[in-house]
């Protein structure tokens, strides 16, 4: 069945925003537990914007689902996978300047780099997921770096200004998830979804789990963090159910 990674790095932004103690990570990540989440993505991101060093480790020690945990492909952020043995990782780009995550990790054009990383987080015991756009040439080069997993990047679809861009991404993803499926990868998405737009995605056969943060996090100040994520669950599980919905 559809799984929901709840991300909680805009937890942290209230946090980080002021320099306090609250809201907590490691609450707001038990409370998702509680709530319906079948992991907790966090974003150690190199610029350290929002979830911090001390947040993974503290993390790592108290989440009884799994930890995703997002990151570059750098030796700083393998050494960090390495130390802490998160259930999963997902390789990202980053660009410090950017306000989110832009694109999808250009695996085709640094196959050998993404390959060395997921050898190491591998041999660490990690499962490796490759954050990539809705393209077949970075699925079958995610597909030869090994890893097993890949994430696609639904932020075009969700950005879309029109219903037949949308359109046109969906098909897209449709496509690309198929495929992935096809190579026997387990396929993932995220990036900007929300409670009006991700019965689409999760209405695509073979999508296995849906990571979803920004949304839920917005959605909770008027409905309280468990519902948000009650919600974002139930939406995802009634389109994978129903995929006519
Ligand atoms: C990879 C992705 O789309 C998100 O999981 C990522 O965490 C976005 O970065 P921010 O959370 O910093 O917006
Ligand atoms: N990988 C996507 C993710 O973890 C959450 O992205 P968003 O819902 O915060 O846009």
């Known amino acids: 069945m559809i ?3 709840v991300n909680i790095d805009h937890i942290v932004t209230i ?14 990540a038990l409370v998702a537990e509680s709530a319906g989440a079948d992991a907790i993505t966090l974003h150690l991101r190199e610029d350290r914007r929002h979830i911090q060093d001390h947040d993974v480790d503290t993390l790592s020690r108290v989440l009884t689902t799994r930890m995703n945990l997002e990151m570059a492909v750098t030796d700083e952020m ?9 259930q999963d990782v ?12 832009e694109g999808g990790l250009d695996v085709a054009g640094q196959v050998d780099k993404v390959k060395r990383a997921c050898g190491i987080l591998a041999d ?3 499962r490796v997921s490759l954050f990539i ?3 077949e040439r970075q699925i079958a080069a995610a597909h030869a770096c090994g890893a097993p997993v890949i994430e696609i990047h639904t932020g075009k679809f969700a950005d879309a200004t029109s219903r037949s861009e949308q359109a046109e991404e969906l098909q ?13 990868l387990q396929v993932n998405a995220g990036h900007g979804l929300h409670y009006h737009n991700v019965q689409a995605i999760a209405a695509i056969p073979n999508i ?5 943060g920004h949304a839920i996090v917005a959605q909770a100040l008027f409905v309280g963090w468990e519902a948000a994520i009650r919600d974002m669950k139930q939406l995802m599980l009634t389109a994978a159910l129903n995929p006519a919905v």
């Open 90 to 101: 997902c390789l990202v780009p980053e660009r410090r300047e950017e306000l989110t995550t």
């Open 78 to 86: 393998l050494a960090i996978a390495c130390r802490v043995k998160p």
């Open 208 to 212: 296995a789990e849906l990571n979803i």
């Open 172 to 184: 897209r993803i449709k496509d690309a998830v198929a495929y992935a499926h096809q190579l026997g």
């Open 124 to 126: 660490a015991g990690i």
């Open 133 to 135: 756009d809705a393209d």
């Open 15 to 28: 946090r980080q925003a002021r320099g306090t103690r609250y809201p907590s990570p490691v609450q707001a």
């Open 3 to 5: 799984q929901l990674g």
